[in-house]
């Protein structure tokens, strides 16, 4: 089982409509992080958050950390056709800092 | 700056082979990871150094996944020998200590 869960595991939009993907855990985590990965490229990081509760806003992403620092949302406004790609959210635990990905959001917007 | 490098970026072998991957990390990055990406799903953590030493190996299949990380800069990720099952993508991250992480491209293999 995997440490970070995240929903749903596909979406398929047309252009314009807005989308919600969660990220979901039993385990409390220092950070959580929100990266996007696009096909033959590793992933490259959207977003962090540190504090419960908090809510970080870029361009039309607005991200949420959860108040028991357990879970996050990232929610897209307007979708468009270059927003397709892989997202994945990753927790660092408090133990060693390791970065645990969950298996990822495959976001297909359609023109 | 320079990324995160990575080689080769494709590898095929049969299983039972061996093969070893190779990641220069961006400079100044004192932590590095090496994750596996297998298709259709989140990376997953297979070590983790600080400098030269290791944080974590705690998920490295250790009977034929090594990895070294000698003078604390570049560093070697070897299977041997290769199942089927290792077929993935081979990804390096660094960090300066901060939360970041910069990926390599990643190195595809392939176990026919």
């Known amino acids: 089982t995997q440490l970070l869960e995240q929903s749903p595991q596909f979406l398929s939009i047309q252009e314009g409509e807005n989308l919600t993907v969660y990220c979901n855990s039993s385990?409390?985590?220092?950070?959580l992080q929100w990266y996007r990965q696009e096909p033959g490229e590793g992933p490259v990081l959207l977003v962090t958050?540190?504090?419960?509760?908090e809510v970080k806003k870029l361009k039309r992403l607005t991200f949420q950390f959860g108040d028991a620092r357990k879970d996050s949302s990232l929610h897209i406004t307007a979708a468009q056709p270059g927003d397709t790609g892989l997202y994945l959210c990753?927790?660092?635990?408090?133990?060693?800092?390791?970065?645990?990905f969950g298996a990822g959001t495959r976001l297909t917007v359609k023109p | 700056e320079a990324g995160v490098a990575q080689s080769p970026r494709y590898k095929i072998i049969e299983k039972r082979q061996s093969v070893a991957f190779w990641c220069n990390p961006i400079s100044g990055h004192a932590t590095l990871y090496w994750y596996q990406q297998i298709l259709g799903q989140g990376p997953k953590l297979l070590i983790q150094f600080q400098n030269n030493g290791v944080v974590d190996d705690s998920q490295l299949p250790k009977d034929r996944f090594s990895a070294e990380r000698l003078k604390g800069v570049d560093s070697t990720l070897k299977i041997q020998p290769a199942k089927l099952e290792d077929s993935a993508v081979y990804l390096c991250?660094?960090?300066?200590?901060?939360?970041?992480?910069?990926f390599g491209e990643g190195s595809r293999l392939t176990v026919l």
């Open positions: 990753a927790g660092a635990l408090y133990n060693n800092n390791d970065m645990r």
């Open positions: 958050v540190v504090t419960g509760g």
């Open positions: 385990s409390v985590f220092s950070s």
């Open positions: 991250a660094s960090t300066p200590g901060g939360r970041e992480l910069f």
